[in-house]
């Protein structure tokens, strides 16, 4: 597809469970970015993949937290041991080139719901 | 740090009115503007940015922001509200560091 692909749209998980949020990026964007969007909260920066280099995880709420992206593609976000505050919209974005012109194209999410 | 206040969470105007929505951000250093536009069940979508030069930047569907830095604000205007407005807009701001920093969003009702 030509956009940035988010699945699932929707996933509803009881509290302790383990998620995987997949993110399918527009084809050849190198930045890839994870926020997270609460209920008159904004969105709230996760992590951030540049190329090849370290990704930025400054964004993390906690260790139960992860990311990763292969390939230099599609990225999945983990969330281990689910509380009900992880409950959100999860977005991922992402953006081309080496200079940043702060376009970001964004998927349209995938909302988890904790019981 | 640099961060971004959005005023209202809420605006509500008549159609035809004139829109004003209010952003305010903190940077140590010359900041990258932007207003994105979110519509119910889809992603943001980019509306307009300011990077360097003319400080009014005209957008998409008729909205305009200008950067005026002795105010440190980028207030979203546009002349005459269509219902087709109706959506959450989000200001951000980029300073060389990692990704955009969000405002909380303001959300837009347009009556008829």
């Known amino acids: 597809g030509a956009g940035v692909s988010q699945s699932p749209s929707n996933k509803v998980t009881e509290k302790g469970k383990d998620v995987e949020l997949r993110c399918d990026p527009i084809s050849g964007h190198t930045a890839l970015y994870w926020y997270r969007q609460s209920l008159g909260q904004g969105l709230e920066f996760l992590i951030y993949?540049?190329?090849?280099?370290?990704?930025?995880k400054s964004g993390l709420p906690s260790d139960r937290f992860s990311a990763e992206r292969t390939g230099g593609s599609v990225s999945t976000l983990t969330i281990q041991r689910t509380q009900q505050e992880d409950s959100a919209v999860y977005l991922c974005a992402s953006s081309s080139g080496t200079g940043y012109t702060g376009e970001l194209f964004f998927g349209e999410g995938s909302r988890l719901t904790v019981l | 740090a640099q961060s971004v206040t959005q005023l209202g969470s809420h605006v509500s105007v008549s159609e035809g009115a004139l829109v004003l929505l209010r952003c305010n951000y903190s940077?140590?250093?010359?900041?990258?503007l932007f207003w994105y536009v979110q519509y119910p069940n889809q992603g943001l979508q980019l509306l307009l940015k300011?990077?360097?030069?003319?400080?009014l930047v005209k957008g998409i569907n008729g909205f305009e922001a200008e950067f005026k830095k002795s105010e440190t604000s980028f207030h979203l205007t546009k002349p005459s509200a269509h219902m087709s407005d109706a959506a959450e807009y989000f200001c951000a701001v980029y300073t060389g560091r990692r990704a955009l920093t969000f405002g909380s969003g303001t959300r837009l009702q347009v009556q008829p």
């Open positions: 993949f540049q190329g090849n280099s370290a990704p930025d």
């Open positions: 940077s140590s250093v010359p900041p990258y």
């Open positions: 300011y990077t360097t030069g003319a400080t």
